[in-house]
């Protein structure tokens, strides 16, 4: 991250959370740096009291195994993220889950530490887990053990010697493309090195796109492309997209997920509503104000905020077609769209931009400009109203793109 970054970022914390508070964090996570606390820290009870709880539970039966998963959000059981679908799937296939929760700096608060987040799930805080690893020496006799990351911070790679020593079996699921992130100052912990590592000593290394598995490929050959997928009891009804004229006789467009400009093609957007007969509906979070501002000015663009997943096909019921419009760049490229499988399971023949790849998938039309978006996104729409919408093979591969199926995918390399 460059001075400009660093600077541009520090202003948006103050200007976000106040001086007096950004100063305080600036310096709780100096003070974790050089590891003060972690001398100071007594024993803590409720780690080892989870430890002992999982260790019941293999001896009772009610596991058979366990999985130490890390994760850059606190679990939230109706968030449709990877991390968070494959504890829950885990979770159904009889394992135990300690979900370790990225923190900035020791001393940050989590709202769900130590807490039973869902059926044999319980969340604990990163710095307690690693200051305090060899608390871990109370579940080796649990055979079937294995530790997955999904982001390659050095504080997780601190654990995978004494953890492999303990007879974890190690994979390392890419699940975005960090570097092309800290780039844009949206991942700050990143070290190239120490994701190079992971890919070196992992027992099995998965990605969510081929460019990924490009990426390392000077480092090994076995790396598995497994891509992200949708849960239908999460997502409500499916195939519920509008196949009809709107009562206002405007096609109606629907984006929902991120709207940062650091990969959504705004110009775009606003380019394309210039047409009168094209209406677009965002839900999401990550525009700039001066954005929203231009979006609400146009009477054919509504913004919505966020919407929980579950509450999301009461929206796409009233849209004809998805649209993803990022930016063509090594970021955008890399990505695995978990909305794409969300759009198909609705039923949303969609247009996209900036990632090639899903141009492969039924109902998915990759366009390169402003013509080309436009002109699918009628021919889209004509097949609507003629019935002419080929799904032929939409159910096949809604079926091969659960959660579900990705995640037996990624179990059954491991056990090979």
């Given at each position: 991250m460059n001075i400009q970054q660093l600077l541009k970022k520090g202003m948006k914390a103050i200007n976000e959370n106040g001086l007096g508070n950004t100063l305080q964090k600036i310096q709780r996570r100096a003070i974790t740096r050089i590891g003060i606390n972690k001398w100071l820290r007594s024993d803590n009870p409720q780690l080892k009291a989870i430890y002992n709880k999982i260790l019941n539970q293999y001896k009772n039966k009610e596991i058979n195994g366990l999985v130490v998963l890390t994760s850059g959000l606190e679990f939230e059981e109706l968030y449709n993220q990877r991390t968070i679908n494959l504890a829950k799937y885990l979770s159904d296939h009889g394992l135990g889950v300690l979900f370790v929760t990225w923190q900035w700096d020791d001393q940050e608060q989590l709202k769900k530490s130590y807490q039973t987040v869902y059926k044999n799930i319980y969340q604990v805080p990163v710095y307690d887990f690693t200051y305090e690893l060899d608390k871990l020496k109370i579940l080796d006799e649990i055979v079937n053990k294995i530790y997955i990351t999904t982001f390659p911070a050095k504080l997780f790679y601190k654990s995978i010697e004494q953890l492999k020593h303990s007879g974890y079996r190690i994979i390392y699921d890419i699940m975005d493309e960090w570097e092309e992130f800290y780039k844009t100052g949206d991942a700050s912990w990143y070290e190239r090195k120490i994701e190079e590592q992971f890919v070196q000593v992992s027992d099995l290394v998965t990605v969510v796109s081929k460019p990924l598995k490009d990426k390392f490929s000077f480092i090994r050959e076995d790396i598995y492309v497994i891509g992200n997928g949708y849960t239908a009891a999460l997502s409500g009804r499916g195939n519920i997209a509008l196949k009809e004229k709107a009562e206002d006789q405007r096609i109606h467009i629907g984006y929902f997920g991120h709207l940062t400009p650091s990969w959504f093609d705004w110009d775009l957007i606003l380019s394309l509503a210039e047409n009168d007969s094209f209406y677009f509906h965002f839900i999401g979070h990550g525009a700039p104000e001066e954005i929203l501002q231009k979006i609400e000015a146009q009477p054919n663009c509504k913004f919505y905020g966020k919407v929980h997943p579950s509450e999301l096909y009461k929206f796409v019921e009233k849209w004809?077609?998805?649209?993803?419009?990022?930016?063509?760049?090594?970021?955008?490229?890399?990505?695995?769209?978990?909305?794409?499988?969300?759009?198909?399971?609705?039923?949303?023949?969609?247009?996209?931009?900036?990632i090639p790849h899903i141009g492969n998938y039924p109902l998915v039309t990759h366009c390169n400009n402003q013509l080309e978006v436009k002109a699918a996104i009628d021919n889209y729409y004509e097949q609507l109203m003629n019935g002419k919408l080929d799904l032929a093979d939409l159910n096949d591969f809604l079926g091969k793109t659960t959660w579900e199926a990705r995640f037996n995918e990624m179990m059954s390399l491991l056990n090979k």
């Open positions: 004809h077609i998805g649209i993803i419009p990022f930016k063509h760049s090594k970021l955008s490229e890399a990505v695995d769209p978990i909305k794409i499988y969300e759009y198909l399971y609705f039923g949303l023949p969609t247009v996209s931009t900036g």
